[in-house]
């Protein structure tokens, strides 16, 4: 999930493991900023969450899993 800014990114994360918990889903929560993400895009080069999201070409959508 990424959200609008820093401050709002524990809250998120908790809601997600809460939801994770209560039903028997195969996924790994989490929260982001937009800064952050801004920032790992900007990093072409290194390891990181959203480099592997973009190497992937799967992003979880509220119907399921599909292809970019």
């Given at each position: ?30 929260a ?11 990093k ?25």
């Amino acid at each position: 999930m990424i959200v609008d800014n820093l401050k709002k990114v524990e809250f998120h994360e908790k809601f997600l493991y809460n939801i994770a918990d209560n039903y028997t889903l195969n996924l790994e929560p989490r929260a982001i900023s937009f800064e952050s993400v801004y920032e790992m895009l900007a990093k072409r080069d290194e390891k990181n969450l959203m480099n592997e999201i973009l190497k992937s070409s799967w992003v979880a959508r509220p119907l399921g899993r599909e292809l970019l």
